[in-house]
């Protein structure tokens, strides 16, 4: 039981580390495309405030909220795994 916690802990961390590269990597993507879009536009006034909507808009985006699936997937695959191995 304790090498499973332990596997557990680590796996938690690794996610967390590929969870925080992905959303920041998923930002970087979303701010670019809103520069390309003011540009290609030809937009006027403060571009700056124009970028912090649409990012505020993208952070409560679902596409946002999907990144979680980082967590989700593995877990329940263990968590099936465990489970038909075990009991079935």
């Known amino acids: 039981m304790l090498a499973f916690l332990r596997m ?4 938690l961390a690794v996610l ?7 959303s920041l990597y998923s930002r970087r993507v979303r701010r670019g495309k809103l520069e390309a879009h003011w540009d290609r536009k030809g937009m006027t006034g403060d571009r700056d405030a124009f970028i912090r909507r649409g990012l505020k808009t993208y952070d409560a ?8 699936g ?6 329940v695959t263990i968590a099936v795994l465990v489970y038909v191995t075990n009991y079935w």
Not at 16 to 22: H, K, N, P, T
Not at 61 to 68: A, D, H, M, N, P
């Open 8 to 11: 557990m802990v680590l796996l």
């Open 16 to 22: 967390s580390v590929i969870y925080v590269a992905l």
């Open 61 to 68: 985006s679902f596409r946002r909220k999907l990144i979680l």
């Open 70 to 75: 980082v967590y989700i997937v593995p877990l």
